[in-house]
């Protein structure tokens, strides 16, 4: 279903703690990102990588860090600083270039 | 940046009847569209998406159409049955023009087949 994966499906986390969401793809993929899915607000970016040990800020990265260690890998950790965590998060790769953007089955985290 | 903005938020028609959604977007650099769909629960999915060269892209019942003048899209889908529906969502791209092909979304339709 599309060679990209997220764990878990569900995530429970009290106030003032950081998670990490894991995002593997077995796609080779060059570029990938992570979205943020609230409802009646679309998909807003929070960090995308195009390389290996690059990656850039997106509209709402405050709150949130990455790393890209592996071209296979881009976990995204929610911090303590992240006011509202509470949502659903989507990982999504794509090769080189333009065109479709392949999404992975998302986490959803909730913050007690 | 690129503000995207897309009408309606929901939409009700009976089956066999033809759906349309409208995004207009900012950005005059923009030049990929992509429309996907997402239903209950699921990943968002690619269905059909246009490039700046083109003015309009049939795929099978749906299609989609580009007034890069007036920086407006529409996805259309004819004859509609009841699996169509879902949440639809409607982005625009630089590409390799700019930015990491980083997309910019719409707010989302919630399309609902009637029977």
């Known amino acids: 279903d599309g060679g990209i994966t997220q764990s878990p499906k569900y995530l429970f986390r009290k106030e003032g ?5 894991s995002c593997e793809q077995n796609l080779n993929h060059d570029a990938m990102y992570w979205y943020r899915q609230d409802p009646g607000q679309g998909l807003r970016l929070i960090y995308y990588s195009q390389i290996v040990n690059d990656f850039q800020k997106g509209d709402i990265a405050e709150g949130y860090s990455v790393s890209r260690e592996k071209k296979e890998s881009f976990p995204l950790t929610v911090t303590s600083a992240q ?5 659903f998060y989507l990982c999504a790769s794509k090769i080189g270039g333009s065109g479709e953007q392949f999404f992975g089955p998302g986490t959803r985290l909730t913050v007690l | 940046g690129e503000n995207v903005e897309q009408h309606p938020s929901t939409l009700s028609v ?3 009847d033809s759906a349309v959604i409208k995004c207009t977007y900012s950005d005059s650099a923009s030049n990929y569209f992509p429309w996907y769909k997402q239903e209950l629960g699921k990943r968002p999915q690619l269905i059909i998406d246009i490039r700046s060269n083109v003015g309009e892209k049939k ?3 749906i299609a989609v159409t ?12 004819t004859e509609t049955q009841p699996e169509d529906s879902a949440v639809y969502f409607c982005a625009a791209s630089r590409g390799l023009t700019g930015g990491g092909n980083k997309l910019t979304f719409g707010t989302g339709t919630q399309l609902k087949v009637e029977l």
Do not use: M
């Open chain 2, 14 to 16: 009976q089956e066999g």
């Open chain 2, 59 to 61: 795929d099978q019942r």
């Open chain 1, 83 to 87: 006011k509202n965590p509470t949502a």
């Open chain 1, 17 to 21: 703690q950081n998670v990490t969401l």
């Open chain 2, 66 to 77: 580009l007034n890069k003048t007036a920086k407006h899209f529409s996805l259309h889908i």
